[in-house]
Nanobody
């Protein structure tokens, strides 16, 4: 199973970006039954959860992104998304997608998001 995040870039504060996470090597039933999440890691800081979505559609957001970010999944395409609005310089980080499988967690390569003031 592989994950590939994309959609990062450089934007000004107040702008928007939409991140995508494509999966490969995973069958549909495994994808739909797995929890998935977006994490981010700023320079010199630990990797933290941004948002997660369970197989049943339950969603958790980190407090600082509530009301600005929206996590979603497209089970038919086996993809995960993160719509990021009203971006702030504090959102600058490398963003990673993550999937929780029965045998452990997998991470994709990150995508850089840079927000300038």
């Amino acid at each position: 199973v592989q994950l590939q995040a994309s959609g990062g870039g450089s934007v000004q504060a107040g702008g928007s970006l939409k991140l995508s996470c494509a999966t490969s090597g995973i069958i549909w039933s495994t994808f739909t039954s797995s929890r998935m999440g977006w994490y981010r890691q700023a320079p010199g800081k630990q990797r933290d959860l941004v948002a997660e979505i369970t197989s049943g559609g339950s969603i958790i957001y980190e407090d600082s992104v509530k009301g600005r970010f929206i996590i979603s999944r497209d089970n038919s395409r086996k993809k995960l998304f993160l719509q990021m609005n009203a971006l702030e310089p504090e959102d600058t980080a490398v963003y990673y997608c993550n999937i929780e499988l029965g045998y452990g967690e997998l991470w994709g390569k990150g995508t850089q998001v840079t927000v300038s003031s």
